[in-house]
Structures are given as structure tokens and as C-alpha cells.
């Protein structure tokens, strides 16, 4: 069972609107979750990352939230544009040796329509 | 651009054929990692290399076999592939020995006949 779990899996939106995307996970010990934008045929950008000590951290129109004693969190996207149509992955990492570990998950692929 | 290049960007190869895919990171960055992503599927972890040596294999199967000669440099080498073996594999790098913020190349599309 992957311990990342993301829903949903597949969203459409239109053009103007809000969304928020949901990521639970099982990880531990944790060292930090990332949000991961993914346009078709590219590799994936972070667009947050967020220590278990924070709540909540915003990049532009992308806004992630983390409830660390509950393992879950949220990627809002205000106003969402044609661009904004991509997978999101929400990425946790688990401190395994030396190196930070990155458990994905399997993305939610949204759709934005005209 | 993230600082990251892959070539080929696209490879069909037969189960006979001998490949390899290249990565390239104008990062300064001194981890470097191979991942897998199936259609969907979450990536998966192949290798990782801090340092230039090798401190993950994920129980990759042998006929992927992957060579860092540098920081700078990972290639995948690829031989008598499966039909399952298709997929987009994607290159990272990161810094602070792996700690840091992994970057992501726009990844192989591979597909094996």
C-alpha cells in the first residue's frame, strides 16, 4: 500500500474557479512534504515544500496547507487558469540514511476548461 | 529549463537492443537519481547517487544498470528490455548530499517493442 495517498485522482474545472487538492499520508518519521506540478511530457517542479513545523505556505496562486498530527494535506489553487491544467504530486520525505527519501504519490490530474 | 537535460528525449528500442539514457545537471548539485514513472502510477525510485557512489538501488532488475562518473553525469544503460519496461524515466538532482530540494529533468519516453 503506497503511503502517499492523493484524491481525487481526476478533476475539470473551469476557468476562473477554485480547487483543492487532497494528499494523506502514513510516512514516518517525516522530514518534510513537497507539492509537485507536472505538465504532460516534463518532469516534475516543486511548487511548496513544508516542514512538519508549518501549517501552511503559499506560491502565488497555489497555496498547501499541513495538519502534521492528522497526516494530511492541501494544495488550493485560486483562479485557476488554462496553465494550471497539469498532474499535482504531493511528495513526502522520509529520513532513510543519509538522504531524504521521496515517497510520491500517485498525482491528480486536473483539467482546466475555457 | 530546471538545469536538468536528458537525452534522448524519446527512444523505441526491441528487447535485443543495447541503450542508454543520459542525464545532465548544470546545477552544481551533488545527488543525482534515476526514477520511473508508469502511466498512473507514483514514481518510482531506481537509484540514487550522492557523491558519485551509489547509496540506493531499489531492487532494480539487472538489465537496467545505471554509471555516474561524474557529479555532474548519470546515464541509465539499458539491455534485453521487457514490454513493461516502457515508460517516462526521469532524471533528478538535488544537493546538501540529497537533502535538499530535488530537480527534475523532462525525462525519456521509452517504449520497448
Known amino acids: 500500500k503506497n503511503q502517499v495517498e492523493q484524491s481525487p485522482q481526476s478533476l475539470i474545472i473551469l476557468e476562473g474557479k477554485n480547487c483543492t487538492l487532497q494528499c494523506n499520508y502514513t510516512v514516518s518519521p517525516f522530514s518534510n512534504l513537497r507539492w509537485y506540478k507536472q505538465d504532460t511530457g516534463r518532469g516534475p517542479v516543486s511548487l511548496t515544500i513544508m516542514t512538519f513545523s508549518e501549517n501552511t505556505k503559499s506560491n502565488g496562486r497555489y497555496t498547501a496547507t499541513l495538519d502534521a498530527d492528522t497526516k494530511q494535506s492541501s494544495l488550493h489553487i485560486t483562479a485557476s487558469q488554462l496553465s494550471d491544467s497539469a498532474s499535482y504530486i504531493c511528495v513526502v520525505s522520509e529520513i532513510s540514511g543519509g538522504y531524504n527519501k521521496l515517497i510520491f504519490g500517485a498525482g491528480t490530474r486536473l483539467a482546466v476548461h475555457p | 529549463e530546471t538545469g536538468v537535460t536528458q537525452t534522448p528525449r524519446h527512444l523505441v528500442m526491441g528487447m535485443t537492443n543495447k541503450k542508454s539514457l543520459k542525464c545532465e545537471q548544470h546545477?552544481?548539485?551533488?545527488?543525482m537519481y534515476w526514477y520511473k514513472q508508469s502511466a498512473k502510477k507514483p514514481l518510482e525510485l531506481m537509484f540514487v547517487?550522492?557523491?558519485?557512489?551509489?547509496?540506493e538501488n531499489n531492487s532494480v532488475p539487472s538489465r537496467f544498470s545505471p554509471e555516474c562518473p561524474n557529479s555532474s553525469h548519470l546515464f541509465l544503460h539499458l539491455h534485453t528490455l521487457q514490454p513493461e519496461d516502457s515508460a517516462l524515466y526521469l532524471c533528478?538532482?538535488?544537493?546538501?548530499?540529497?537533502?535538499?530540494?530535488?530537480?527534475f529533468g523532462p525525462g525519456t519516453r521509452l517504449l520497448v517493442l
Open positions: 546545477l552544481g548539485h551533488n545527488a
Open positions: 547517487y550522492s557523491l558519485e557512489e551509489r547509496v
Open positions: 533528478a538532482s538535488s544537493q546538501d548530499g540529497a537533502r535538499g530540494t530535488q530537480y
